[in-house]
């Protein structure tokens, strides 16, 4: 008869199963997102930067909606083909509580710093009303039918477009998860704590990146709206948008005239409203 394992042994062993799942679990997922990413390249990218090389003018989309819609998912796919290389080697062939995956993300962290914040600074908080206003072109209406029904596991652009802005948020719960479940002598202990740091600066950097990206968007948006001033919307100058409301001033009769002021953090606008506009 085997000896019965102790209460600290059993949760032990429990906690070496639990580390193995979830790094397959990275793999799994990390696997099924290249091929998401492989998809939207090879049957929307590729082919629609091929149609304005070939066709300029009269193409699909312009160079603008290109970036707009797809910015550097090429550049997103190629690092994450490589990290998915480097990740899997680390599980193949190695006991559970061997494994160790922790510099894999540290390495990798620099990487995907600067792919995911380009990519985040260029992802429209409106991306779906820009892809809702490409596809009310007939022709690409048609060309997106087809290629998704060529391609299998994509349900929707939209759905793979999101991915990028997800998939940073991801890795560090699917982190945070094997560190609880990693005891501290192990060697991965102190590479996960790294992990973690690495990938919160990189969550950090793409949330700056698109609140910068907004930012600016939302300045250039109020300078068109206004007549006869201009706002400086150079993304290296310090002046930020505050908030925007509306007033009336009265002028001692019944009539009371609109107005809307503009809050920035250095100055304050206040511009005469059309009656007519609500």
């Known amino acids: 008869e085997e000896p019965k394992m102790t209460v600290a042994e059993t ?14 679990e990275i793999v799994d ?6 091929k998401s990413m492989a998809s939207l390249v090879s049957l929307f990218v590729t082919p629609l930067r091929q149609d304005l090389e070939k066709r300029k003018e009269k193409a699909m989309l312009s160079q603008l909606e290109l970036d707009k819609l797809f910015g550097n998912i090429e550049m997103i796919l190629e690092t994450n083909k490589r990290f998915l290389a480097a990740v899997s080697e680390r599980i193949q062939n190695v006991s559970p509580k061997d494994i160790t995956v922790g510099d894999v993300f540290v390495e990798y962290s620099q990487s995907f710093a600067l792919v995911y914040s380009n990519f985040a600074s260029d992802f429209s908080p409106s991306y779906s009303q820009d892809l ?4 009310e072109k ?3 209406a048609r060309f997106c039918e087809k290629q998704l029904k060529a391609g299998s596991d994509l349900s929707s652009i939209g759905s793979v477009l999101i991915m990028p802005i997800q998939r940073i948020p991801r890795y560090k719960m699917l982190l945070q998860e094997i560190q609880k479940n990693t005891e501290p002598a192990h060697p991965d202990a102190a590479l996960l704590t790294k992990a973690i740091e690495c990938i919160s600066d990189v969550a950090t950097g793409m ?9 600016q968007s939302k300045l250039a948006e109020l300078s ?7 706002i400086d919307s150079n993304p290296n100058a310090s002046r930020t948008f505050v908030k925007e409301g509306h007033f009336q001033v009265s002028s001692g009769t019944a009539f009371q005239r609109p107005y809307r002021f503009l ?3 250095d100055f304050l606008v206040v511009c005469e409203q059309d009656a007519s506009v609500g």
């Open 29 to 34: 997922t990390e696997q099924s997102y290249v």
């Open 132 to 135: 809702g206003s490409s596809l």
């Open 207 to 215: 949330n700056t990146a698109r609140a910068a990206s907004d930012h």
């Open 224 to 230: 068109a709206e206004l007549t006869n001033f201009k």
């Open 263 to 265: 809050l920035f953090s």
């Open 11 to 24: 949760k032990s062993l429990k906690m070496v199963r639990l580390r193995g799942r979830l790094a397959t």
């Open 138 to 140: 007939k022709e690409f």
